[in-house]
């Protein structure tokens, strides 16, 4: 079994940063594709950034230039390091790792952009 815990959430002001990780543990024996995705309130799921076990990486348009996406392929481990943050950005962000031909789903973390 495998499992993605989230870590990093948090409130934060307009214009602040935070880092949200998400760790895989269990039987893992190679992640293809790692992402965030994130959804808001009322609206639908999407993709914020993706990372391949090479390292090639996609952002959606409305991030690219204040977010970066990275990870740590000893560890299964995936970062995103969100800067200049904006009260549009709230959401609960969620990672997706997949591996083999299975893809799988951390629980969630809550990211609130608020003065």
């Known amino acids: 079994q495998v499992q993605l815990v989230e870590s990093g959430g948090g409130l934060v002001q307009p214009g602040g940063s935070l880092r949200v990780s998400c760790a895989a543990s269990?039987?893992?024996?190679?992640?293809?594709?790692m992402g965030w995705y994130r959804q808001a309130p009322g609206k639908q799921r999407k993709l914020v950034a993706g990372?391949?076990?090479?390292?090639?990486?996609n952002y959606a348009d409305s991030v690219k230039g204040r977010f970066t996406i990275s990870r740590d392929n000893a560890k299964n481990t995936v970062y995103l390091q969100m800067n200049s943050l904006k009260p549009e950005d709230t959401a609960v962000y969620s990672c997706?790792?997949?591996?083999?031909?299975?893809?799988?789903w951390g629980q969630g973390t809550q990211v609130t952009v608020s003065s």
């Open positions: 269990g039987s893992i024996f190679s992640i293809y594709f």
């Open positions: 990372i391949t076990d090479s390292g090639t990486t």
């Open positions: 997706y790792a997949a591996i083999g031909p299975n893809g799988y």
